[in-house]
């Protein structure tokens, strides 16, 4: 598998972790400027860990929908280029504005990520890469509603949570309908379940068909 | 920002260095579709180069967004709490001039009717007299005050997903506000047990039960809740325990987190329709129709039958 230049697995604690530079966030380890990457607490994490081919490639174009309080993001934004962070709760999107204040091409925006008119404004298009991890029902459409960003040749990376569709179907069921939804603008090129790092969710590559 | 500028860019229009107003417009603004806007920029001579315009759009989306959050988390939970009792007040006394002008009117006027409905008819009369004018007035008091209530209600639907989105979501914003005004605020509520929130609104049924006079309340102002005023009386017990304890599990997440989480409502869901299952009468409720716009008749709710 490939990870993206300025993603490197580096050795904390006697363990090798994933690591990205840039200024710490929430506590993680350091090695001089490099600072792990907790798969745990972070879905793309897990999706590199996992070994599927994100199609990222360091300095991309990213829109990353769901960025919470900025945890994963502080890293994309790390090894990415003009990195935009969609977030919709007030709350969390004060703790990312404390990471973009850190950050030269990190751009934080209070915004929901199902109706991107609110911010096709800001987001540039032809952008390399959309990360999204939104844990609301629909994230299909979330997907479909926010390809208009992406360029042909772009990628969709997701983790889809199937709690938050359906708390009570099988996740597997819930994840071939998510799938099925987004046949509609996408091509799927992978997919792999994120345990044991998260439990019940889908990572998910996918360009735009 | 002005209507013309909408479904632009967020630099239209805007002077460079004016930092104000580029937060404003990507607050803001709007476009259908998203276009190259750092090339667009630097055609518009918004920006020299490429990287001077992402410096502009840090600046203005941190801006922003700080704004924004702030303004957000400015919307406080007792604001929501006096909203409620103004809504409450209104209503109530509304009701009560209703009677009076029903009462009045039934005296002076052919009409006769009661409620608030009459109220606005009797206030639309043409006044013959000094007398009259008085009643009317009244009654043009009671519809104002009518109004005045269902503009609250309004601003509480409005305000309570802010404030408290994941309980406005599982309880509906006003039972969501009126939960957080008996418990004295969100942090307050947030921290109170799920047994307490089962029965806030019922403390008059809950303390007479302490006292040995009564049976345990069932459920406060929660009766109102869909869930347990539509489920089967015999059942109403455990609906009103499921509701309060996921009800409370979302005013920690609001009070703690503010991030919506929409496995609540799921868990929710789930969980009362096992237990309405329980007897098959999944949407039973037809026993007990109060319509859904009071409390004042659940302050009670804890009689057992």
């Not at chain 1, 360091?58 to 829109?63: A, E, F, P, T």
């Not at chain 1, 609110?118 to 844990?135: N, S």
């Not at chain 2, 260095?17 to 709007?30: I, L, M, Q, T």
């Not at chain 2, 000094?130 to 008091?141: D, K, M, P, V, Y």
Request: charged share 30%; proline share 4%; glycine share 10%.
């Amino acid at each position: 598998m490939t990870l993206p230049d300025g993603v490197e697995r580096r050795t904390f604690d006697e363990e090798e972790r994933l690591a990205t530079r840039g200024p710490t966030v929430y506590g993680e380890p350091t090695d001089g400027e490099w600072r792990a990457w907790d798969a745990r607490r972070s879905k793309l994490g897990a999706t590199f860990e996992k070994g599927l081919d994100t199609g990222l490639e360091g300095d991309d174009s990213v829109l990353y929908l769901g960025a919470a309080s900025g945890t994963t993001v502080s890293h994309v934004a790390d090894f990415a280029g003009p990195t935009y962070a969609v977030e919709f709760a007030a709350r969390p999107a004060r703790d990312l504005v404390g990471v973009a204040e850190d950050r030269s091409r990190l751009f934080p925006l209070l915004k929901d990520a199902r109706k991107p008119d609110t911010y096709a404004h800001v987001v540039e298009k032809d952008l390399d890469a959309i990360v999204q991890d939104v844990a609301t029902r629909g994230q299909a459409r979330v997907a479909l509603e926010n390809r208009q960003f992406l360029a042909g040749d772009g990628r969709l990376v997701a983790a889809i949570k199937a709690r938050s569709e359906d708390v009570t179907a099988e996740p597997a069921d819930v994840f071939a309908e998510v799938l099925d939804e987004l046949e509609a603008g996408y091509e799927i090129l992978d997919t792999e379940r994120l345990e044991p790092f998260h439990d019940d969710h889908l990572a998910l590559v996918a360009r735009p068909k | 920002m002005s209507d013309e500028t909408a479904g632009a860019a967020w630099f239209e229009g805007l002077e460079p260095g004016d930092a104000a107003a580029a937060a404003e417009h990507v607050r803001d603004g709007s476009a259908e579709a998203p276009a190259n806007w750092p090339a667009a920029a630097v055609d518009a001579e918004f920006a020299a180069d490429e990287d001077a315009y992402y410096d502009v759009l840090r600046e203005a989306t941190i801006t922003a967004t700080r704004a924004a959050v702030e303004e957000a988390e400015g919307a406080d939970d007792q604001q929501l709490a006096h909203l409620v009792r103004a809504m409450d007040d209104c209503t109530r006394t509304a009701n009560e001039l209703a009677e009076r002008v029903a009462e009045w009117a039934g005296s002076r006027l052919d009409e006769e009717g009661s409620g608030v409905g009459f109220a606005r008819r009797v206030a639309a009369i043409e006044p013959e007299d000094a007398g009259e004018e008085r009643l009317l007035g009244l009654a043009q008091r009671v519809a104002d005050l009518d109004d005045e209530a269902e503009a609250l209600r309004a601003e509480i639907e409005r305000a309570a997903p802010e404030i408290a989105p994941n309980l406005a979501a599982l309880a509906g914003p006003v039972l969501a506000a009126r939960l957080i005004a008996l418990a004295g605020g969100l942090g307050d509520l947030a921290k109170s047990p799920s047994s307490t929130v089962q029965v806030l609104g019922a403390e008059d049924a809950l303390f007479a039960h302490l006292r040995g006079q009564g049976p345990s309340p069932k459920h406060g102002v929660i009766f109102t809740h869909e869930y347990v005023r539509g489920t089967a009386r015999e059942h109403r017990g455990s609906a009103a325990r499921a509701l309060a304890g996921k009800l409370t599990l979302a005013a920690r997440v609001d009070h703690y987190s503010g991030e919506r989480k929409t496995g609540l409502d799921d868990q929710l869901e789930a969980r009362m329709e096992r237990i309405r299952a329980r007897t098959g009468d999944g949407d039973a409720g037809s026993d007990d129709g109060p319509d859904d716009s009071g409390s004042d008749d659940s302050g009670n709710g804890g009689d057992e039958e």
